[in-house]
């Protein structure tokens, strides 16, 4: 595609639900990116990929948050038992190679009622 | 990891350069330095990278001192369209992988 799909673009979900996020990064990216966004602050790093490869997952908060790239295209970030603290803008990058210009989604706007 | 520490925020008017200066003591042998622009309800958007010396392109110009201790962005004649958070990242060295930890960014607000 022509740049960084993220779907869905809004996410309302009850508390204790389990939810998925998918990020289609631009075709022939290496590196694939996940931060979790909160409103004034600057993105916070939870995963990257390199190809199908988990590299860093130092970044998720606990293990309810996982993150798969099975086929190193198409990402999936997972919360299980979604709470309320969980609510946030999540974003998804992908680059080249590391160290090159990452592009960003739009974001998938994630609310936990 | 090589921390950042860059302004919180920043006020210009139109018409003015805006120089955004980064400290990044710890800066690592292969680390690049790059900066990221975000707009509200946008994703970061890639400005500018370099290693040392000065790299400019049609948007800005990263000024990079001999140390590499710091570095500073200069935005030329700025418009109310470059209201924005401005992001200093230093990457991680390949071996150790590449996470593209931003920090709190530097808030510009461009008045007319």
């Known amino acids: 595609g022509a740049g960084v799909s993220q779907s869905p673009r809004y996410k309302v979900t009850k508390r204790g639900q389990d939810v998925a996020l998918r990020c289609d990064p631009i075709s022939g990216h290496v590196s694939l990116y996940w931060y979790r966004q909160a409103l004034g602050q600057g993105p916070e790093f939870l995963t990257y990929?390199?190809?199908?490869?988990?590299?860093?997952k130092s970044g998720l908060p606990n293990d309810r948050f996982s993150a798969e790239r099975p086929e190193g295209s198409i990402s999936t970030l997972t919360i299980q038992r979604t709470e309320q603290r969980d609510s946030a803008m999540y974003r998804c990058?992908?680059?080249?190679?590391?160290?090159?210009?990452?592009?960003f989604g739009q974001g998938t706007r994630l609310t936990v009622v | 990891l090589a921390k950042t520490t860059q302004p919180i925020s920043m006020d210009s008017y139109e018409g003015q350069e805006v120089n955004i200066t980064c400290s990044h003591n710890n800066i690592a042998t292969n680390d690049y330095i790059t900066w990221y622009q975000q707009f509200p309800s946008q994703g970061p958007r890639f400005i500018i990278q370099?290693?040392?010396t000065k790299v400019t392109n049609e948007v800005a110009s990263l000024f990079i001192p001999a140390d590499r201790k710091s570095s500073t962005l200069s935005l030329p004649r700025v418009s109310l369209s470059d209201t924005a958070v401005y992001y200093c990242l230093v990457g991680e060295t390949e071996a150790a992988g590449n996470k593209l930890t931003f920090g709190g960014g530097t808030r510009v607000l461009v008045k007319p």
């Open positions: 370099g290693y040392k």
């Open positions: 990929f390199n190809y199908e490869a988990q590299q860093d």
């Open positions: 990058a992908s680059s080249w190679r590391l160290n090159t210009e990452a592009f």
